[in-house]
């Protein structure tokens, strides 16, 4: 059915070409226009990239295409059932993609058993998830994406000659989701490892890999953006594209136009579980530092600063004398850890590190976790309208988080609390030396998002220890203040438009 739609199209096309020309012919003003036949079309690649603007990736996919792995991942998994409207039984097949795919990014499959869904268990039942890799060294050594290995037993990498391998996991780092496997061959093709530092948005890339099991299938699209902050992935500044990416692209390549890998495939954003013009790709300089460390140790090494922040906007600017909103606020800092010795506090604004500018929260821990611990950095923060260097030795990640991103309380638009100091008891159950409790919030506080059950704890990065003294703040304050709350376990700050 589809040789004969294609067909008739064909004809139809013929038709129609034929019948503009005659028309055109008896019109002796009219220039009969060049009529380039299908066969001549695809001689010329070059000329029709030149004049419609869309670039010939033929050259790139030849070249390193052959780079570009399928892996299939064996596992032991529960099987589970997914139940349509009426109640029946509809069983999902463990070695369909989307089963690995919706188990890794949303918890379980739709409708089944898994954190969050319901279902019945079934006994234990082997499966196999499929990604992508891509090879990085002429010995044997892949890169792929951590939950594409996760939990397996059995990992094959299948290469576009049909040649089959037996790998093994070097490593796999799941808080960036890269995994190093090796496997025994030589003189393999190789992949060019590229800079994504210098690739700009707008930029044409181009995916290759194993959407939904085709092996060395491939996409294009553009940057979207750069440094891309998502939930739960502190670490990674991710490169956003609208390259078509499904599962299976999982752990595959994304080229430059100059044929070097610039990042790995890594995650969409969808509500099918299909590509919906959100993708993401771990920075390849990310994805290399990891394997170094994996390579050598087993394990990534991470640095850490001890510190909780949030995202400077145009008020908590306004509060603390910045011209404009930029770096990352500090709102709560590890007694223990390395900031705290450093000297940083509560109210300053991180500015850069190392000299590497610090634009908003969503860069430090990335930037941070760079770092080797035990080595010395210069932090600039904003302080008291003014900047200032401290020296941090930058101490070791393990459970603890790097730098963790709080999200502020809703801002609206004088300050309307009643509030009463702490009591002995409330400071030691919070683990506070000073603050005070609000108990009713109204007015320009209440539009803000403060709440009963909060603790004021600094004025504009100023500690409060008294109503009093909140008054004079207050009063004193322009049009806008910054409060440092307590809210549960957690210290945000929050600004407040006094009008």
């Known amino acids: 059915m589809t040789a004969k739609i294609l067909s008739r199209s064909a004809v139809a096309v013929a038709v129609a070409v034929a019948l503009s020309a005659g028309y055109i012919a008896g019109h002796r003003n009219v220039p009969t226009p060049e009529i380039i036949t299908p066969v001549q079309a695809a001689m010329m690649p070059a000329e029709a990239a030149a004049k419609t603007g869309i670039p010939d990736f033929s050259g790139l996919v030849e070249t390193y295409g052959p780079a570009v792995v399928n892996i299939s991942a064996k596992h032991v998994v529960k099987q589970t059932a997914q139940r349509s409207g009426n109640g029946a039984q509809l069983p999902m097949d463990p070695s369909d993609p989307l089963y690995q795919f919706y188990r890794h990014f949303f918890g379980g499959i739709p409708g089944q058993g898994g954190p969050g869904a319901g279902g019945d268990d079934q006994p234990d039942t082997p499966s196999a998830s499929l990604g992508s890799g891509f090879i990085i060294s002429g010995d044997g050594y892949i890169l792929t994406n951590a939950h594409v290995v996760d939990g397996a037993n059995v990992v094959t990498v299948k290469l576009t000659d049909k040649r089959e391998f037996k790998a093994k996991v070097v490593g796999a780092d799941k808080q960036s989701d890269v995994a190093v496997l090796k496997i025994e061959a030589g003189n393999l093709p190789t992949v060019k490892i590229g800079d994504p530092r210098q690739s700009k948005v707008g930029q044409w890339v181009v995916a290759i890999g194993s959407p939904y099991g085709f092996d060395n299938t491939v996409t294009s699209g553009i940057i979207s953006a750069k440094s891309r902050s998502l939930p739960n992935e502190n670490y990674t500044p991710f490169i956003q594209t609208d390259v078509p990416v499904n599962p299976g692209n999982s752990g595959g390549p994304l080229f430059n136009l100059q044929g070097e890998v610039i990042g790995i495939n890594s995650m969409i954003y969808s509500q099918t579980g299909g590509f919906q013009g959100l993708s993401f790709a771990i920075p390849i300089s990310e994805a290399m530092k990891v394997k170094d460390d994996l ?12 510190v909780a922040v949030q995202s400077v906007n145009q008020s908590l600017a306004n509060s603390f004398g910045m011209k404009t909103p930029q770096g990352a606020l500090v709102s709560s800092v590890d007694s223990s850890g390395p900031a705290a010795k450093a000297g940083l506090q509560p109210g300053d604004v991180i500015l850069s590190v190392n000299g590497t500018p610090v634009a908003d929260s969503s860069d430090l821990p990335s930037q941070v976790a760079s770092l080797k611990p035990g080595t010395s950095a210069d932090v600039q923060v904003w302080r008291d309208k003014a900047t200032k260097t401290l020296k941090v030795t930058i101490g070791a990640l393990s459970d603890a988080k790097v730098a963790s991103k709080d999200t502020p309380a809703e801002e609206q638009g004088r300050l309307g609390v009643a509030v009463r100091p702490l009591t002995p008891e409330e400071k030691s159950s919070a683990s506070l030396s000073h603050g005070l409790l ?28 008294s109503i009093d003294q909140l008054k004079q703040m207050v009063a004193k304050a322009g049009d ?17 438009d006094l009008g």
Do not use: E, M
């Open 295 to 306: 390579v050598a140790t087993g394990h990534v090494s991470r640095g850490r600063l001890g």
């Open 480 to 496: 806008s203040i910054a409060l440092l709350i307590q809210r549960d376990d957690a210290q945000i700050f929050v600004p407040v």
């Open 438 to 465: 609000v108990q009713q919030a109204g007015g320009p506080a209440a539009s803000a998002g403060i709440q009963p059950g909060d603790v004021i704890l600094a004025v504009n990065g100023r500690p409060v220890t």
